[in-house]
C-alpha cells in the first residue's frame, strides 16, 4: 500500500500553489497589458500571493474565484482592508461564491455612473 507522507503532501501543495501563481501571472499580462507592462515578474508575483491570501480570508477558494478578485482589483482599485459593506458580501455563509463574486462586482458596477457624475459647469448653465 501507497501512503502519502506529510512532506510529500505539503510538496504536492507547494507546486499546485507555484503552478496556480504562473497561470495567474500569465492571465494578467493577457487580460491586463497595460497595467502589467511597467511591472516586475517579481512585484506581479508578490500581488498574486497577496491576492491569494486576500482571496482565502473572505472565504473564496477557487481559483477562476480568486483571478476574479484579482481582476476586479486592477479594474475598480478597491482598497484593502475592505468596507464592512464588501466583506459582509464575500463572506457571506449562505451564497455560492459565485453568487458572492457577481454580488461583489455589481457593488462596482453600480456604483460606476455614480462616480463619473460630475458638477462641472453647472453654474454656467444655471438659468
Do not use: C
Amino acid at each position: 500500500m501507497f501512503v502519502i507522507g506529510e512532506r510529500q503532501m505539503e510538496a504536492m501543495g507547494k507546486a499546485m500553489m507555484e503552478r496556480f501563481v504562473t497561470i495567474t501571472l500569465d492571465f494578467i499580462k493577457m487580460n491586463f497589458p497595460e497595467w502589467s507592462r511597467n511591472q516586475t515578474d517579481d512585484v506581479l508575483t508578490v500581488f498574486v500571493r497577496t491576492m491569494i491570501t486576500f482571496s482565502q480570508e473572505h472565504g473564496i477558494r477557487q481559483e477562476i474565484g480568486i483571478q476574479k478578485l484579482i481582476a476586479y482589483k486592477i479594474l475598480f482599485h478597491y482598497d484593502i482592508p475592505l468596507s464592512p459593506q464588501l466583506a459582509s458580501i464575500l463572506t457571506k455563509a449562505d451564497m455560492t461564491e459565485e453568487s458572492k463574486l457577481e454580488y461583489f462586482l455589481r457593488q462596482f458596477e453600480d456604483l460606476s455612473p455614480l462616480i463619473k457624475l460630475t458638477l462641472e459647469d453647472v453654474l454656467d448653465k444655471w438659468p
